[in-house]
């Protein structure tokens, strides 16, 4: 027998997989990707299911904001912008150096508020 509350119970069920599912954009990033961005995350913020779900929607918000080209290009900036002296100042200094970065912070920004 269908009762209201059975309803119910069967909508919230939905509404909980269709949010844990992830962004169409993540589809387009690695897999390997998204699980090293998801470890990197639970190591830095605790290891447990609440970060996994957390670190997880973070990797998704960010997918939704950032192609995949872009998000490569500003964790290169990233890596290499940490190189010290002269041999790191072309990956923190230049013009494509500081818009690729400033845009994988708006979109971690995004993510932050989103879901943590």
């Known amino acids: 027998m269908i ?5 119910n119970a069967a909508l919230l069920a ?3 997989i269709a949010a844990s599912s992830p962004a169409k954009a993540a ?3 690695p897999t390997s990707t998204l699980a090293e961005y998801v470890y990197g995350c639970m190591k830095a913020n605790g290891e447990n299911r609440d970060m996994l779900q957390r670190c997880s929607c973070s990797i998704d918000v960010i997918a939704s904001v950032l192609t995949y080209e ?3 290009a500003a964790e290169t900036f ?3 912008g940490q190189v010290p002296g002269e041999n790191g100042v072309l990956f923190r200094e230049s013009a494509p150096a500081k818009a690729a970065t ?3 912070k708006r979109a971690q920004a995004e993510a932050d508020m ?3």
């Open 70 to 72: 872009h998000y490569v």
């Open 114 to 116: 989103r879901c943590f």
């Open 102 to 104: 400033s845009e994988l």
């Open 3 to 7: 009762t209201p509350k059975n309803v």
């Open 14 to 16: 939905l509404a909980a």
């Open 78 to 80: 990233k890596q290499m």
């Open 27 to 29: 589809s387009d990033y």
